[in-house]
């Protein structure tokens, strides 16, 4: 609703102190027209990402009071002095801008992805800062080749699962790991899947990919990096980008005695300037071409965002979260 003639106010979800989910509270937040070089964005769609759950614990320093998220979809609501690239009503988003969770907020352009016009605000927001990831993984920092041995660590995640299945359309040889349980997250693309939980998960890989792994896209970390390292083979490649059970310990002598290479990037450093444009792009066509499969969105209402939070720790929803304004 709009408190003046050039301010507007919008639902906010901040946290005053790191802590639980309970911590994240529902608050209105007047928006001021935006400065130079920045527009006002009006979120219809917010990506939910375990990076989230980071800030709002405390493991990520955030000045406080601090607003939740890093990504969504929507358009521009006003535009301010300076910006000659975007108008509004212009379909956009941004993959990590700290402080989603809001209904309208003012950001930098710069950080702006343009939209197109098939791409639903849903979509988008489900899948820019998770394609992006995967995009570093197989397209930046080891361009996958078709007929390469690839696994992915993690593969029933929310990133691990887009990546697996965009190796798999490159046309590399992809087996990918997560619970029992979620594994049919895969289904319909050409990964085989395998129990991360079993206890001889390395000798299991090994007797499907018997030459060893050329690549391995690692989300997991510490409780499954030592499979991922009797998996590879000599001279292949460890793509580190998640640790979603903590920071592995890495034996560098047995690495380099076996020319592993071990590589890893931030994709909010990584992914900027020309590269947002065309990174993003080659996400979107990924997408429309159905490399993604069908995506299984669970929406919440912004209000719902402690819900949200809880769900995606305690990984009891398959598929992509969204906070709904």
Not at 31 to 40: F, K, M, N, W
Not at 81 to 88: E, K, N, Q, R, S
């Amino acid at each position: 609703m709009s408190s003046g003639p050039f301010q507007k106010t919008g639902a906010v979800v901040r946290f005053h102190h790191p802590g639980p989910p309970s911590v994240l509270v529902l608050e209105d937040e007047d928006v001021p027209l935006p400065g130079p070089g920045e527009v006002r964005f009006r979120a219809r769609a917010i990506g939910v990402n375990f990076v989230d759950t980071a800030f709002r614990d405390g493991s990520f320093n955030s000045p406080l009071p601090a607003t939740g998220g890093v990504e969504a979809a929507g358009v521009i609501d006003a535009v301010g002095p300076g910006v000659t690239d975007h108008a509004v009503g212009d379909r956009v988003g941004y993959f990590f801008a700290p402080g989603s969770y809001a209904e309208l907020r003012n950001v930098p352009a710069e950080v702006l992805i343009r939209l197109p016009d098939d791409i639903a605000f849903d979509d988008a927001a489900a899948i820019m800062t998770k394609g992006l990831t995967a995009w570093v993984a197989i397209r930046h920092l080891h361009p996958v080749e078709p007929g390469e041995a690839v696994l992915v660590q993690g593969a029933t995640g929310g990133v691990g699962s887009l990546t697996a299945r965009w190796a798999d359309a490159l046309g590399a040889h992809v087996v990918g790991t997560g619970s029992a349980a979620k594994l049919g997250v895969l289904t319909g693309s050409g990964v085989r899947g395998v129990d991360s939980h079993d206890p001889n998960l390395a000798d299991q890989l090994r007797r499907l990919v018997p030459g060893g792994f050329d690549v391995v896209c690692e989300f997991v970390g510490w409780a499954t990096f030592p499979a991922s390292v009797a998996a590879m083979r000599d001279g292949g490649e460890i793509v580190m980008i998640g640790a979603a059970s903590g920071r592995p310990e890495v034996d560098r002598d047995t690495l380099a005695s076996r020319r592993i290479r071990l590589s890893s990037g931030s994709t909010a450093q990584l992914v900027r300037g020309s590269l947002l444009a065309s990174a993003s792009a080659e996400v979107f066509d990924a997408h429309r071409r159905g490399v993604f499969g069908t995506l299984r969105l669970s929406r919440y209402p912004l209000a719902d965002a402690v819900r949200a939070h809880e769900d995606i720790a305690s990984r009891n929803r398959d598929g992509l979260l969204l906070l709904i304004p």
